[in-house]
Protein backbone atom coordinates (compact mmCIF):
# COMPACT_ATOMS: atom_id res chain seq x y z
CA UNK A 1 0.00 0.00 0.00
CA UNK A 2 3.02 2.21 0.94
CA UNK A 3 4.20 1.84 -3.02
CA UNK A 4 0.51 2.56 -4.56
CA UNK A 5 0.59 6.25 -2.07
CA UNK A 6 4.16 6.96 -3.02
CA UNK A 7 3.17 6.01 -6.70
CA UNK A 8 0.45 8.58 -6.44
CA UNK A 9 2.14 10.86 -5.12
CA UNK A 10 5.04 10.93 -7.68
CA UNK A 11 2.29 11.48 -10.45
CA UNK A 12 1.55 14.92 -8.56
CA UNK A 13 4.99 16.28 -8.45
CA UNK A 14 5.35 15.42 -4.32
CA UNK A 15 8.97 13.28 -3.96
CA UNK A 16 8.32 10.16 -2.29
CA UNK A 17 12.03 9.76 -1.64
CA UNK A 18 14.32 9.59 -0.37
CA UNK A 19 13.11 8.81 3.22
CA UNK A 20 10.02 11.30 3.06
CA UNK A 21 7.09 8.47 3.43
CA UNK A 22 6.94 6.32 6.30
CA UNK A 23 3.93 3.77 7.07
CA UNK A 24 3.56 2.63 10.88
CA UNK A 25 1.10 -0.60 10.25
CA UNK A 26 -0.98 -2.78 12.78
CA UNK A 27 -3.42 -5.67 12.07
CA UNK A 28 -6.22 -6.97 14.27
CA UNK A 29 -6.43 -10.63 14.54
CA UNK A 30 -9.60 -12.64 15.52
CA UNK A 31 -11.21 -15.60 16.02
CA UNK A 32 -14.67 -15.41 15.03
CA UNK A 33 -16.23 -18.82 14.94
CA UNK A 34 -13.07 -20.07 16.64
CA UNK A 35 -10.86 -19.31 13.64
CA UNK A 36 -7.99 -16.68 14.02
CA UNK A 37 -8.52 -14.08 11.13
CA UNK A 38 -6.51 -10.88 10.44
CA UNK A 39 -9.97 -8.48 10.68
CA UNK A 40 -8.43 -4.98 10.49
CA UNK A 41 -5.38 -3.22 9.44
CA UNK A 42 -5.06 -0.18 10.79
CA UNK A 43 -1.95 2.35 8.36
CA UNK A 44 -0.59 5.60 10.13
CA UNK A 45 1.16 7.34 7.33
CA UNK A 46 3.95 9.91 8.29
CA UNK A 47 4.62 12.45 4.94
CA UNK A 48 6.69 15.37 4.34
CA UNK A 49 5.71 17.24 1.25
CA UNK A 50 7.07 20.48 -0.20
CA UNK A 51 5.55 23.57 0.84
CA UNK A 52 1.51 24.07 -1.13
CA UNK A 53 1.67 20.26 -1.81
CA UNK A 54 -1.03 19.43 1.27
CA UNK A 55 -4.14 20.17 -0.49
CA UNK A 56 -2.76 17.39 -3.46
CA UNK A 57 -1.37 15.01 -0.48
CA UNK A 58 -4.62 15.01 0.95
CA UNK A 59 -6.54 14.32 -2.45
CA UNK A 60 -3.94 11.17 -2.85
CA UNK A 61 -5.01 9.83 0.60
CA UNK A 62 -8.39 9.81 0.08
CA UNK A 63 -8.49 8.22 -2.81
CA UNK A 64 -5.15 5.91 -3.16
CA UNK A 65 -7.10 2.56 -1.81
CA UNK A 66 -8.90 2.31 -4.98
CA UNK A 67 -5.87 1.53 -6.82
CA UNK A 68 -4.05 -0.18 -4.60
CA UNK A 69 -3.97 -4.11 -5.68
CA UNK A 70 -3.31 -5.16 -1.61
CA UNK A 71 -6.39 -3.27 -0.50
CA UNK A 72 -8.58 -4.09 -3.53
CA UNK A 73 -7.69 -7.78 -3.26
CA UNK A 74 -8.36 -7.89 0.74
CA UNK A 75 -11.89 -5.48 0.17
CA UNK A 76 -15.06 -7.30 1.59
CA UNK A 77 -12.56 -9.36 4.29
CA UNK A 78 -10.55 -6.46 5.97
CA UNK A 79 -11.27 -3.38 7.26
CA UNK A 80 -8.78 -0.54 6.20
CA UNK A 81 -8.10 2.46 8.77
CA UNK A 82 -5.71 5.16 7.29
CA UNK A 83 -4.64 8.07 9.39
CA UNK A 84 -1.62 10.22 8.56
CA UNK A 85 0.73 12.99 9.70
CA UNK A 86 1.88 15.11 7.23
CA UNK A 87 4.88 17.99 7.43
CA UNK A 88 5.18 20.29 5.34
CA UNK A 89 8.99 21.00 4.35
CA UNK A 90 10.05 24.42 4.72
CA UNK A 91 10.08 27.15 1.44
CA UNK A 92 14.06 27.65 0.16
CA UNK A 93 14.44 31.14 -0.08
Not at 50 to 73: I, Y
Request: glycine content about 8%.
Amino acid sequence: MTGTLSGALAARHIPPYPNKVKTDVQGTIEAPDGVLKITRIDCHYHLIIPAGKREACERVLSVFERGCPVAQTLKGCVEFHHTWEITEEEEES
